[in-house]
């Protein structure tokens, strides 16, 4: 694909492929957020039928959620239609999503890539549709300037030159399936940048600076925790940190000395909220209660219980509540490990990531039960547990900070 055209749409992004979502902030004419769910549906249906034109701007407007694409990439090994978003969520095709249970790093899983490339395809699409109102009757051609993307701490020391290379080594196409004519976007990586899951929300944290900070302490202090005397400036000036990312497949603990990010004490522990969600997933299909994946179980935790559901949905609160307990019990005993190594020059614990709300009313007290226990019978460091409000798409800021950071110096 040639990357000097006139024509070649230049795409910058910092792109957070967790186990249970997908967090990204794409730029082009402007900056998109993606937030999908890290799962595709398998098109095995025989039905074909396209959307008209008339209905472009809204499933473009919301293309994320709304694709139907295939792949012509090293990458991917078939060529098998895949559904995105809600619609592949609500299709009842099969759902093929991160085995939170399993060793195998995220850069040696296809759907890692699709995730990717798909929203790099769907902002490229977005655009040309916003100028041009029409579809394209040839490829759009997309030059990904840089783009930031992540991993758990264990496969980021093993894996990110690899994971960083596998973009570019060749040339990439996405094919839309949802109108009568097909959309084809060839993609190109001028550069990649993987980032340790965790590290980039602290980039993000510290770039977003006061006002963000100012709200979190709001947060945390609406929360009972008192922190007398303490600033935002305080905890911005802190250089010592350790950070607890709670993810759906993995819980990540990077730790900053001096400022800077320091690998050989960060650790991932390989267990995540997805894994209390399968736990209890089990549990309730014994029961009789129709989930087909932990996705599915979450939405319904996450959404509000109408009068007549809601004695159903206490019930399945209390299954999963119960397994949250022994995954608290098993994330502190994490946290001590890191703070025996730490402990002594630690300044503050932020706890953040997309699990961290529905585990905070155990959690929270078990860490600074911890902490104190290092401390005398008093912790010697605040721990600033964030809302999933915002804090889950601290990852996703950091790695666009740091995309716009590498591109804006290349310039």
């Not at 099969?94 to 769907?122: N, P, R, W």
Request: charged share 25%; net charge negative.
């Amino acid at each position: 694909m040639a990357n000097n055209s006139k024509n070649t749409m230049k795409i910058l992004a910092g792109i957070d492929i967790g186990n249970g979502y997908v967090k990204g902030s794409v730029s082009g004419l402007d900056i998109s957020h993606v937030d999908i769910p890290s799962s595709v549906a398998y098109v095995t249906s025989t039905h074909d039928i396209k959307a008209t034109l008339a209905d472009a701007d809204d499933i473009i407007n919301d293309i994320y959620n709304q694709m139907d694409v295939s792949f012509e990439s090293n990458l991917i090994h078939d060529t098998t239609r895949r559904l995105f978003g809600r619609r592949g969520l609500q299709s009842g095709m099969s759902i093929q999503e991160f085995d939170v249970y399993s060793h195998i790093s995220k850069a040696k899983q296809s759907l890692s890539y699709m995730l990717t490339l798909g929203c790099i395809a769907g902002k490229a699409i977005q655009d040309y549709w916003r100028v041009n109102r029409v579809l394209p009757d040839n490829p759009i051609k997309v030059e990904v300037m840089e783009v930031a993307l992540a991993l758990p701490i264990g496969e980021y020391k093993k894996f990110r030159k690899e994971y960083a290379d596998s973009y570019k080594s060749s040339d990439h196409a996405v094919i839309l399936h949802n109108f009568e004519k097909d959309i084809r976007v060839e993609i190109h990586f001028d550069d990649v940048q993987v980032i340790a899951e965790g590290a980039s929300a602290h980039y993000a944290v510290i770039a977003k600076g006061e006002g963000l900070m100012n709200a979190m302490l709001a947060d945390v202090r609406k929360m009972g925790v008192k922190l007398e005397g303490i600033t935002a400036n305080d905890i911005l000036s802190a250089v010592n940190i350790v950070g607890i990312d709670i993810g759906e497949g993995t819980v990540n603990f990077p730790v900053f000395q001096n400022g800077k990010f320091n690998p050989d004490a960060s650790v991932t522990f390989d267990k995540g909220y997805g894994a209390v969600l399968n736990s209890a997933l089990e549990r309730l299909q014994d029961k009789g209660y129709p989930f087909n994946s932990r996705k599915e179980l979450q939405d319904f935790l996450n959404t509000t219980p109408s009068a007549l559901s809601r004695v159903r949905y206490k019930m399945i609160q209390d299954v999963v509540d119960e397994e949250i307990t022994a995954f608290v019990n098993e994330v502190s005993i994490q946290f001590s490990k890191v703070m025996t190594r730490v402990g002594s020059y630690v300044e503050v614990v932020y706890v953040y990531g997309g699990g961290a709300t529905p585990v905070r009313e155990e959690l929270y007290p078990a860490l600074m039960e911890k902490a104190c226990s290092f401390g005398g019978g008093e912790a010697l460091y605040p721990i600033l547990y964030l809302d999933s409000r915002y804090s889950r798409y601290l990852n996703r800021e950091g790695l666009f900070v740091m995309a716009d950071k590498l591109a804006g110096r290349k310039k």
